[in-house]
């Protein structure tokens, strides 16, 4: 075992897993719901997603105990025609109600060509990227995306008024591994900022405003009163296109199901209480799957998939670059390192974890190294 | 009338379209054919997108005439299931195939609550924009992507591997006009590094990349042997993002309908000739559409559109800039303008139609101001 950064303590997946499972019953979340939320926050702690794992316990957690998340809901569909659904998610955790709505999406596609599940009354489903990838398996292309809170100015704005609206696709390889797509479409994720201010550094051009509308290399003027800009940034850089791509999912999340759009998205955090004004039930998601059957020889498709990764892998690189990558490469090495050496979680998530075992009783399990005890 | 503009001949709206279906059918497309396409550059038009209209008349004329598009294609669905279908486009002109595969993918919708058109064997489909747009009208979401002959650079690449691969969708507002979202996934598109090289301008950072991959200001470098950058350009930008929407929409125009796919698309321009190995048929489109009312009440939907964008339309505005608009505003105010003006044609495209008159003996008719002899 080798672990050398000194702010993360290594668990084992496992450990983490039954960890997680194990406090969302704690708070009235049936076992098998709750593994399947531990499975999706695993996703992304074994995946190298550190923002998207165990580090967002703690707020599921608080949401859950604050009764602002409900741990039972009733999923129902509440408008459905051929191969398209609406489905009210009862307020229920985003890493229970996405998993059964995809599940939905691809049944559809299985019957129909392709399916498509618009979802209201839901909350955070973790990472965009865990819903494509459960579609690989079974010969369908996935699409999720999610609107979430408030975050992001929309181009030529000074003000948060958009999430930071992720998208994600996945596309089956034969012998290659799959393509796996997931971004945010804002021009970086809040993480980043919040790391920045955590190291004391300042922020590289075209990443946020102040409260003003100034561009600002400040993280802490971004957090406090400012805005994170979508994707392009600039009207250099072509920042309508990632206000385009926000308001896009924004639409299709939650005005297509009937959830709060834009500035109302419910917070995701215990510390900002929700608006009085709703426009809608919860946050919004919406879900596709195509079968490749529908539209192409599977084998086919994936052969021609396995060359177009080959393709792009020979593009001449750009100098002072490794050069290019195929999305998802960087996820898969770090799957491959974590499955073998365990998952580093930062010291500062362990501390959460800490005060979630004190409050549950439920046991945080020993580490596999950089325990202080060690 | 107002004409100050010396750069450009003004023509009316009506007058364009007469010539446009004329030349096609000079080509031997059939009448109603080339009133269809003549259709689908008048948008572009008529709706201030000047890269994607009659400018592009005498391309598709060429290819035409070079016997390299098929002007009586025979549109066979080869694959289809449900909702879902893969159509060839016999190598056709893709302002013929487009039309008629995004009214199939309309059709699907109204009977499986969605439907989704692969299309192989086509060519150059105009701007993205017209496909939703015609699914407006019937309470539908219509989404269109293409992909398009390589000239981008995937993200730490430092050659075209990718097309521009525009993604467009529209929402219909009640009152509101309609939300319309089309863009290229790259930084920018080829006809601003062409109107600044005609204009002897340099480029800001973040466009594009010369023959050696390094950055560059020069619009020379991009075009001879360089390359554009995705949308985000930079890693500090998140030029991966770009690079995964290129990517997803290369996949799922081309590689899910057997098209050529990534360097291989083929190029649209007479003097690039096609490469030697092919990896499919044509060009490909994906086109989708759903019906609002699978998923929600059409007019509870629109309600809530028009509420979108007059909150969207309240953000505080960036100092500096006009503020908020909505997706589709400037093509809207465009179009206004020009139905009541008369559409400004360049005069360099103006020299190519007067080209394309005297070989055709198809009339050019006379502008309505602007012209040397006023």
Redo the contacts between chains.
Sequence with gaps: MNHQDPHTILYSAQQLRAFTTQVFQYCQVPLEEAALAADVLAYSDEHGIDSHGIARLQTYFDLLIAKRINPMPVIKVI????????VDGDNGLGLVVGPKCMEMAMEKAK????G?I?VCHSNHYGAAGYYPVMALGEDL?GLSMTNTTKGV???????K?LGTNPVA?A?PGLNEPP?V?D???S??SYGKIEIAKRKGETL???WG?DP???STHEPTAIIEGGALLP???SS???G??????A??V???SA????AN???FAIPFAIQVAPMERQ??KGIGHFFGA???????DKL??KR??D??IA??RR?????G?????I?GDPERHAYQLRMKQGVPVNRAVVATLKTIADHTGVNLPNPLAGAEDE
Excluded at 290 to 296: L, M
């Design positions: 408008r459905e025609k051929g191969g398209v659904a609406t019957e129909h060509g392709s498509w618009s292309i100015t929309p181009f030529q704005g000074a003000e008024m696709i596309f393509i797509i971004f945010a479409t021009a970086v590289p051009p075209g405003i003003q509308g100034e994707l392009g940034s250099q850089g072509s309508h296109k990632g206000y385009c791509l308001s896009m924004d639409i299709l005005v297509f199901s009937g759009w834009g500035p426009v809608g195509w079968d490749i059957e529908g539209f192409r086919a498709f021609d998939i060359e177009w393709t792009l593009t001449k690189p750009l100098p670059t490794p050069g290019v990558i999305p």
